[in-house]
């Protein structure tokens, strides 16, 4: 049922205060939902629970949306990173009324009597509101995947080393049935149990490191090993204190014939070449296991109908060794006058060959590409693709946009629950 414009105004008018309260809510919302449903514990990551990172995204979100409600186009993108989350986790329509009944109710506690019946009213209509958009764009994603419908046993049938932090793990399904093909830069799911915490279930994202085909056999996946502390506790792995809980289990426990869970490619971060004009140029820039999905889109338009597309590949290290996918990015590169490569280290180290090695000593540098051509920039319709920290995608999304680059055109892959 469509909000009045009565409630609509009152969702508006405490949007203020659902900034001001947003993460006492949020932690008091999560706090007493998994009290009362513990096994909903297995669709939430307990380090971004530790964090806070998930109770602001939560806050952040809500915030976002009761200042929008009266245009939503305004969150389309959100809603939509959103939503493959959501379906890459296998989250359910039904799961959304318990979701409401602990928020609403959160507001209630936090604040008090201010929370009139007017305004409780009004909130429960929004949210009611929102869980019908998210529902509706969910069962759209889970109709498309078919009979792909719950987690999916996987082997590793093998591992491989990309660099001294980075593995790639080549899967196939243990069922034997083909592989749906994917969007290239998307990522799947990849899901473990935690023995030490009596069987809870963890799930990470990790782009698919591997061009789409037809009836494909195997998916790749490339991990990168996190520094963690020796001497943790299971008291700190069960506060979420340990980092890299999924990636380094991974890298230490996960051996060839190992198997664990899978859902359906998601994500929308990609570049499809057979739906975009053949002369369109392609902008790929990453830094460390950033190129993941950058290898994805790069195969994939060598694959496709017009493998002479312009391609910058534009990726930093911090040393030659470092570099993801090295020895294919050289060679694809000297193989295809259409690529061009731009190569950037902090550190040179004693046997490295300028122009094989690598291109650029030094961050990766918006000047530099800039004056080699590599960016496009007199080309409207080029797309920039980047991936890496945070703070540093960022950074060259603005440098991209302060060089008349619009904002519809630069694509960032963010991994951290929420959204910018």
Not at 44 to 64: I, K
């Amino acid at each position: 049922m469509a909000l009045t414009a009565r409630q609509i105004a009152t969702v508006k008018a405490t949007a203020p205060v659902v900034k001001q309260y947003g993460s006492t809510i949020t932690a008091t919302f999560y706090r007493n939902m998994l009290a009362a449903h513990p096994e909903l514990k297995n669709y939430f990551s307990l380090r971004n629970q530790q964090s806070g990172a998930q109770q602001a995204a939560l806050a952040n979100a809500v915030f976002a949306y009761a200042s929008y409600i009266d245009d939503l186009p305004k969150l389309h993108h959100a809603v939509e990173r959103i939503a493959h989350k959501h379906a890459s986790l296998f989250i359910k329509a039904d799961q959304y009324p318990i979701v409401g009944k602990y928020l609403v109710g959160a507001f209630a506690e936090v604040l008090g009597d201010a929370l009139t019946p007017e305004i409780a009213d009004a909130w429960v209509a929004a949210y009611g509101q929102l869980a019908d958009v998210f529902i509706q764009r969910e069962q759209q994603l889970y109709d498309e995947a078919a009979d792909w419908q719950t987690w999916r046993t996987f082997k590793i049938v093998n591992k491989e080393a990309e660099t001294e932090a980075i593995v790639s793990l080549h899967l196939e399904p243990v069922d034997g049935r083909p592989l749906p093909a994917f969007k290239p830069g998307q990522y799947v799911s990849v899901q473990l149990p935690i023995p030490e915490l009596d069987g809870l279930l963890q799930s990470r994202q990790y782009s698919l490191s591997v061009a789409p085909e037809n009836n494909m056999k195997q998916y790749r996946v490339s991990v990168k090993k996190e520094s963690a502390n020796e001497n943790t506790t299971l008291d700190d792995l069960s506060a979420g204190k340990v980092k890299g809980v999924i990636s380094n289990r991974l890298h230490d426990m996960y051996q060839v014939g190992d198997e664990v869970a899978l859902s359906p490619p998601r994500g929308e971060f990609f570049f499809e070449p057979a739906a975009a004009a053949p002369d369109i140029p392609v902008v790929l820039l990453s830094i460390g296991v950033g190129a993941t999905p950058m290898v994805s889109i790069l195969d994939s338009i060598l694959k496709s109908s017009n493998p002479s597309r312009p391609v910058t590949w534009a990726q930093a290290a911090r040393h030659s060794d470092s570099l993801c996918f090295r020895k294919h990015i050289r060679e694809t590169s000297q193989n295809n006058s259409s690529i061009k490569r731009a190569v950037f280290v902090k550190s040179v180290g004693k046997g490295d060959k300028k122009g094989i090695d690598y291109d650029y000593e030094g961050s990766l540098s918006m000047e530099k590409l800039a004056e080699e051509g590599a960016l496009h920039l007199c080309d409207n319709t080029a797309g920039y693709y980047i991936c890496g920290p945070e703070e540093w995608m960022v950074e060259i999304r603005d440098q991209l946009v302060g060089r008349g680059v619009p904002l519809e055109r630069v694509h960032l892959e963010l991994f951290r629950t929420g959204d910018l």
